[in-house]
């Protein structure tokens, strides 16, 4: 029962566009969302969250959304640069007290020069 | 502050023999985590902690074994390493509901 879906396991996009990466969830629980790139052999890293309580947060190239109502979430990467790619993971808490976060299986995003 | 640690780098372990992966914070978290990454998949839960003394099931716990007798270590026990067991392991942490914080890996090999 995959809580966090990533439903693009891969996506290509032109230096200097804009990536979009999206995500769905079927928890109403969850409540903050939060978005890590991963290189090869390293871990992953923390990118941007957002709270429930938004429906954007912004960070220089980065924008994430979200709709409660569709259950949905996506990052945008505007303008995208060859350093973007890299796999990219959305993940979510469900609500004060818990312990474990969810993730989708992730999205790998390549940027052609 | 050095965040979440990880030995050995890599590793090549012959099937059934056993190691210890080693993890450490420094952010006093209370929550510790072990993932693992399978080529092209995403990340499995094996084993998490929620404090010194507490742990519990992931999704993927069998062959495994895990201690947390520190705020700062929770480190991973593989017995009777098998060829399944070959792939990406990461150590995180984090505070309750807050961002996590991962380790840089450590790659294994069963052969």
Known sequence: ?113 | NAGVTQTPKFRILKIGQSMTLQCTQDMNHNYMYWYRQDPGMGLKLIYYSVGAGITDKGEVPNGYNVSRSTTEDFPLRLELAAPSQTSVYFCASSNPTETQYFGPGTRLLVL
């Open chain 1, 1 to 113: 029962d995959q809580q966090v879906k990533q439903n693009s396991p891969s996506l290509s996009v032109q230096e200097g566009r804009i990536s979009i990466l999206n995500c769905d969830y079927t928890n109403s629980m969850f409540d903050y969302f939060l978005w890590y790139k991963k290189y090869p052999a390293e871990g992953p890293t923390f990118l941007i969250s957002i709270s429930s309580i938004k429906d954007k947060n912004e960070d220089g190239r980065f924008t994430v959304f979200l709709n409660k109502s569709a259950k949905h979430l996506s990052l945008h990467i505007v303008p995208s640069q060859p350093g973007d790619s890299a796999v990219y993971f959305c993940a979510a808490w469900e609500g004060q007290g818990a312990q474990k976060l969810v993730f989708g299986q992730g999205t790998r995003l390549t940027i052609n020069p």
